[in-house]
């Protein structure tokens, strides 16, 4: 069944289609960065004689990484790549570089500081424990170069290293699991409202006079009737006051409310496009913009209704009573527009979101601090021409 699907005319588009629903390009990160630790790794073992705590350490970075292959792989997971598939990999593949780099000796770990602290800083706040180490680490490090002194780290400052650099991963993990939550609220939102107005226009259609998006203006002059009858799809004049309730129900038609709402969602796919100026764009692979612009179509066809409906309430003063079918399709549009005084807020948190997740930047070592302003409890670097002097 499955290989006569698999030979089926638009298979392969359809499989290419899943892929990319799923979270195909956090995937590709995974698999890369698997890919190159998996050479370091092998390189590691080559490099020469290794004792049995490192060659365990090694085998568990293999296993964390073939962990973390599987756990992307949409063979075994045929249904959609979700987050927590990332997640999995992502956790696997941080503590397989994190056994790799306990493997590591102090003057091999060294040449990694630049790039370790570029990680800490980047994703730890200023008052975080781990990054203040490595700062100071760094400051150490970067003063004994320059004074033309060799230096090597301890055992004690490779392992806090370590911890203060997985420390990092784990928040930029957050960092990226947070976006992606945001995204599935925001859309599983925007399909509810797509099925709440879906339903909306099948009911009215069915029963079109059990809410009658009616409005019953006074007749012009020289009318014979009380009222008139004004519907999005129909309009009658001159009707007694004592048939006005039958009368609106004949002529309130079943496409009212389906008007309505492609005038509100279209006004609204307008706004969408206009706010497409605020939005700065982003190198990361979430969708946010995208899942915020949709957002804002169901939403703009349910303010036209609910706001036509307020409107036939008499809850705005003066507007209780639209003279004609123009003036009723004409506040849909201005209604539907309006959506943007609720999904502002949306599109706000939707920024801030998208601003936390950090992409990879470059940058340099702190200045060196004063002697006389450093603590003593910060930690220093050895020196192997003699100790440290000790803090002032």
């Known amino acids: ?16 289609w899943r892929r990319e629903r799923g979270s195909w390009v956090l995937c590709e990160e995974v698999r890369a960065d698997v890919h190159e630790l998996g050479a370091l790794l092998a390189a590691r073992r080559d490099h020469g004689e290794m004792s049995a705590r490192d060659a ?11 962990r973390a ?23 696997h593949l941080n503590s397989g570089r994190s056994l790799w780099m306990r493997t590591l000796s102090p003057a091999e770990l060294q040449s990694y500081l630049p790039a370790m602290f570029a990680t800490v800083k980047q994703h730890l706040p200023p008052s975080d424990e781990n990054r203040v180490f490595v700062e100071h680490v760094a400051r150490d490090t970067r003063e004994a170069q320059e004074a033309g002194r060799p230096l090597r780290l301890t055992d004690g400052q490779r392992v806090t290293l370590v911890a203060a650099v997985d420390a990092a991963r784990q928040a930029a993990l957050r960092e990226k699991l947070r976006a992606e ?10 399909v509810s409202l797509c099925g709440l107005v879906v339903l909306i226009g099948a009911l009215t259609a069915f029963w079109p ?10 007749p012009s002059p020289g009318a014979r009737g ?7 799809t129909n309009a009658a004049a001159s009707v007694p006051a004592g048939e006005l309730t039958a009368r609106t129900r004949e002529v309130a038609g079943w496409g009212d409310y389906i008007v309505v709402e492609f005038v509100g969602l279209v006004a609204a796919g307008i706004a969408a496009a206009s706010a497409l100026r605020k939005i700065r764009g982003t190198s990361t692979a979430f969708g946010i913009p995208v899942a915020l612009a949709a957002l804002k179509l169901p ?43 609720f999904t502002k ?38 020196s192997t021409d003699g100790p440290a002097p000790p803090p002032q």
């Not at 009380?226 to 999005?232: H, L």
């Not at 003063?317 to 004609?324: H, V």
């Open 1 to 16: 069944m499955s290989q006569g699907i698999d030979r089926a005319p638009g298979a392969g588009r359809l499989r290419e």
């Open 69 to 91: 292959e599987n756990a992307v792989d949409e063979v075994a997971h045929r249904r959609c790549l979700s987050g927590s598939h990332v997640t999995t990999a992502q956790l």
């Open 299 to 341: 939403t703009g066809a349910l303010t036209a209704v609910l706001g036509l409906l307020l409107m036939r309430g008499a809850f705005i003063p003066g507007l209780s009573a639209l003279d004609s079918t123009a003036q009723i399709i004409a506040w849909a549009v201005v209604l539907g527009y309006s959506q943007e005084l």
């Open 181 to 190: 939550s945001f995204v599935r609220i925001v859309q599983w939102i925007t």
């Open 226 to 232: 009380d009222f008139g009858v004004v519907c999005p």
């Open 345 to 382: 807020f949306v599109d706000r948190q939707g920024q801030v979101v998208l601003d936390s997740v950090r992409d990879p930047v470059h940058t340099s070592l702190p200045p060196p601090e004063p002697a006389a302003r450093r603590g003593t409890a910060a930690p220093t670097a050895t």
């Open 56 to 66: 365990q350490l090694l085998h568990g970075a293999e296993e964390a990484l073939d």
């Open 209 to 218: 006079s059990a809410v009658p998006l009616c409005f019953t203006p006074s």
